[in-house]
């Protein structure tokens, strides 16, 4: 892109980071797979494609307003982005989110139930099951990415931080960009479903691959940490 300088692709590196990582989180997949097996059994297609497409798009906006108002509130606090010490702050929560996932994101080894309260797990599954109309598909969207909020937010913030050091004419295009690589898997769990995989065969494959997708997202606040550190903390 012209224009762009070598700071400006360590801001996109540290976006694109962000939201990658920020799309391996699991609450948020496994609210629409309760919510595809509660709407298959009593509606038709149609009607099931209309609110996994609403739980769709309340998961997309509650990001990107939240993305929206870390960026607006840095800018108003800062008039700038956030300070070396504040960025050395997030890093120490980075490396803690990653432990924290690595031992505790998970209830136990047998299933994918995670760390959620169980009042607040029942909840989630009682209004996936009770789901009927477009209006509560996309309230269960933006609830579920609310509930993941303890581990997400960091990330929107860094996300948001990177964000205002852009050219104004990037900035709102930057948080669409965050914005769909988070909603990817939903996309993806989307597809696969309309290919003919079932939701028996998919929470099975989670199931499978637990381990492996936990080490993964833990790998992926460490890498995000690191990346802070060598491009934004001693680089800047």
Do not use: C
């Amino acid at each position: 892109m012209e224009g762009l300088t070598p700071v400006n692709l360590i801001q996109f590196g540290t976006i694109l980071l962000a939201a990658l990582v920020h799309a391996t989180l699991q609450l948020g997949l496994g609210a629409l797979l309760l919510l595809y097996h509660a709407s298959l059994g009593k509606h038709i297609k149609k009607k099931t494609k209309q609110l996994v497409s609403n739980y769709i798009l309340g998961t997309a906006l509650l990001i990107i307003l939240t993305v929206t108002a870390a960026a607006f509130i840095i800018n108003a606090i800062t008039s700038s982005s956030l300070s070396p010490e504040v960025l050395a702050i997030l890093v120490g929560i980075l490396f803690m989110l990653a432990i924290i996932i690595w031992f505790f994101y998970y209830r136990t080894r047998r299933s994918t139930e995670l760390w959620l309260p169980k009042s607040v797990s029942r909840y989630i599954s009682n209004r996936a099951k009770l789901t009927e109309s477009n209006t509560e598909a996309f309230s269960l969207g933006m609830l579920s990415s609310l509930a993941e909020m303890p581990f997400s937010i960091i990330l929107m913030i860094i996300a948001g931080n990177s964000i205002i050091g852009l050219p104004a004419e990037l900035q709102i295009l930057s948080i669409a960009f965050y914005s769909f690589i988070t909603i990817l898997p939903l996309f993806i769990l989307r597809f696969s479903i309309r290919r003919g995989n079932t939701v028996v065969d998919i929470q099975k494959w989670r199931v499978k691959n637990k381990e492996f997708l936990k080490i993964m997202t833990g790998i992926g606040f460490m890498t995000l940490a690191l990346f802070i550190i060598g491009f934004r903390i001693l680089g800047g």
